[in-house]
């Protein structure tokens, strides 16, 4: 049985006509792909007939694939219209938090999207659309390795190569760093990874390198950028590397900057912030912090979960309140360890900074008001599914933010939505 499906899918599931299966043993031993799709998207309309086909060649073969309709139509009479014309199951119109949650935890970012599951219900790939399009019979469609996304060797700008066996072999920790000469957020950010990059020039105890993964629209452009730039690169003509780079790390916008260690383990898929927040370089190699400050680093906060602790007011008890969330950040972290995740379900953070900035912006959004002395507020977002929900009580200890989460998780809170921003 697949006894992972109904938590994510639900109970039950609507087969062809209307009639409902049972998800654990629809999708027994079964590849999965999650499609979220509606029937007002064009995109849609135009990749789900192809997609179709595909299904049902794979199906007349034999192979153990299903898929799961995830809807993000607006009634339930274009649910059921657009249903009718795909071949595979779909989660019950009706599911609507269970589809957002879904949204959520694979951090779709528009439609159509299709994820990938393997038989125990864990991601093979979240580009699914262009994995199909670009091979229908790689089924399952297992992306590379990230050595084999990387290739064997890197080019310098005076035009030498550098092997991936020599930078595993220096022990250096390795930056990937997505990014384009024309855009404008990445020529902020590069002289910052520039400065960063050459503080640690030749220092024994912080072995560093980076690998630039071009976005250039042209070689020309690449060429000029790449010369301001002291590391390696992934060669502009290698367009099937750069492209196998960008789904490994799921890149939705750039500049995007990951580190590794020297044996290609994961150390922050997100380090951008974590770069700009410490010029001295003191935290290399940049593991995600437990708890950040919202105005130094809020990466994330609009697809993954975040508790956040407004404490602009509170002088006196910052070391206290600190101390709360990230005793909580750190038994959730461990959580995830044991549970083997690389990504984190939940983040924590802080808002300190009165007036103005990410915090204040936050408060708007949550309908919080203005910071009172001595007066901590909790709120947890779940932006991704559209929401938030506030601790009533004023009594903000690590016991409490705990149970806000579990809570949350249990099902026993509802979202508010969110004020509209003016």
């Known amino acids: 049985m697949a006894s992972w499906a109904p938590a994510l899918f639900g109970d039950t599931l609507v087969a062809e006509g209307g009639s409902e299966v049972k998800t654990e043993d629809a999708l027994k031993d079964k590849i999965v792909g999650v499609y979220f799709s509606a029937h007002w998207c064009p995109p849609c309309r135009q990749f789900t007939p192809i997609f179709g086909e595909i299904y049902k060649e794979l199906k007349s073969r034999g192979k153990n694939f299903e898929v799961v309709f995830a809807s993000s139509d607006r009634d339930e009479a274009s649910f059921a219209e ?105 020529r902020q950010f590069t002289p910052k990874l520039i400065e960063a990059y050459d503080k640690m020039l030749g220092d024994q105890t912080k072995p560093f390198e ?25 060669p502009f003509d290698d367009e099937k590397r750069r492209d196998a780079l960008n789904e490994y790390f799921g890149v939705q916008g750039i500049p995007h900057f990951v580190m590794l260690t020297s044996e290609l383990k994961m150390i922050n898929p997100n380090a951008r912030g974590s770069v700009m927040s410490d010029p001295a370089c003191e935290e290399f190699p940049w593991r995600p912090k437990l708890v950040t400050d919202v105005d130094e680093d809020c990466e994330g906060i609009n697809d993954t979960t975040a508790v956040v602790l407004l404490m602009e007011e509170c002088g006196d008890d910052w070391d206290d309140l600190t101390a709360a969330i990230t005793a909580v950040a750190k038994d959730v972290k461990e959580a995830e360890e044991a549970r083997g995740e690389d990504e984190r379900s939940t983040l924590f953070m802080t808002v300190t900074e009165t007036g103005g900035g990410i915090g204040a912006q936050l408060r708007k959004l949550c309908g919080l008001g203005r910071a009172a002395s001595g007066v901590p507020q909790l709120v947890l977002l779940d932006l991704g599914v559209g929401g938030y929900v506030k601790l009533e009580s004023k009594d903000v200890t690590k016991d409490a933010i705990a149970t806000l989460l579990a809570d949350y998780r249990a099902g026993k809170l509802e979202l508010q939505s969110p004020n509209p921003a003016r």
């Not at 038989?119 to 790939?125: F, K, L, P």
């Not at 997505?178 to 990445?186: L, N, V």
């Not at 250039?216 to 010369?227: N, P, V, W």
């Open 82 to 186: 657009y249903h009718g014309e795909q071949p595979w199951l779909a989660m019950p119109f009706a599911n609507r938090d269970l589809k957002n949650k879904l949204s959520a935890k694979y951090k779709v970012q528009g439609i159509p999207t299709l994820v990938i599951l393997d038989e125990n219900g864990d991601v093979i790939t979240k580009d699914g659309r262009s994995a199909v399009m670009k091979d229908p019979e790689a089924f399952p469609w297992t992306p590379p390795t990230l050595a084999e996304a990387l290739g064997e060797s890197f080019v310098r700008a005076d035009g030498s190569e550098v092997s991936l066996a020599s930078i595993a072999k220096s022990g250096a920790n390795v930056g990937v760093y997505f990014s384009a000469h024309w855009c404008g957020p990445c």
């Open 210 to 234: 980076v690998i630039f993964v071009s976005g250039d629209r042209d070689e020309a452009g690449f060429k000029e950028y790449f010369g301001s730039m002291p590391w390696l690169a992934v």
